[in-house]
């Protein structure tokens, strides 16, 4: 009886494990736009440099 009880808690220990794992590891909805606005931001950042660096450039050149 002690045996059958003490799997019975064992099963849902590593049923609770396995759940939280799954809510743990599983991306958020938010994670998206977050990523893509970052990339957006960096992306926008990098064009500006360029330009400023061509411009001072040429700046430079004439």
Known sequence: ?????KNLID???AQR????NEEITKPSKDHL???T???????VLLAIMVLFGIVYS???IF
């Open 11 to 13: 099963k849902d220990i």
């Open 58 to 60: 040429l700046f430079q």
């Open 37 to 43: 606005v970052v990339q957006v931001t960096v992306s």
């Open 17 to 20: 494990v396995h759940k939280e």
């Open 33 to 35: 736009k977050i990523s």
């Open 1 to 5: 009886m002690k045996q059958k009880r």
